[in-house]
């Protein structure tokens, strides 16, 4: 998969591309600012990147850097009818551009081609604008894990989106 995400003037474009393990280093570097005290060690992520069930994609600058702005995954086996949203990640910078939105729909599509009709995440209690995304994209807020992510013991609220049919349009 690559696909364009254009940027709003003055901001870098990306492309969008599964992840290898070559994009390790960067997913990590952008993990451990994003997620101070709990991110994921290197060993979890290269699991979840090599894993037969994943679908990881980052976000790439077009701009001739080929720095790596943003990632997201899911876990969904074919056939199976729930994934889950594992993680996504964005750098400051790139933030407020769309990216997080092109990552988490191009997730829910894959999503959808692996046959999947209800996708699962937890978003931190403290993060409103992940919230406010994944609500203006269908999620729903089902239940909260109480201090679900340590050590800072912030709950987790968990959101559900059932898989919307794609719809066709005239043009």
Known sequence: MTDQVPAPTGAASWQLRRATELDLDAIMAIERSTFVTDAWSEETMRAELRGPYGYYLVAVTVDGADRVDGYAGLLAPRGAVEGDI???????????????????????????????????LEVRADNPGAQTLYRALGFEEIGVRPRYYQPDGVDAIVMRLTVPTPETTIA
């Open 86 to 120: 594992q993680t996504i990640a964005v750098v400051p910078g790139a933030r407020r551009h769309g990216l997080g939105r092109a990552l988490m729909l191009a997730l829910i599509g894959e999503a959808r081609h692996r046959g999947v009709t209800e996708v699962f």
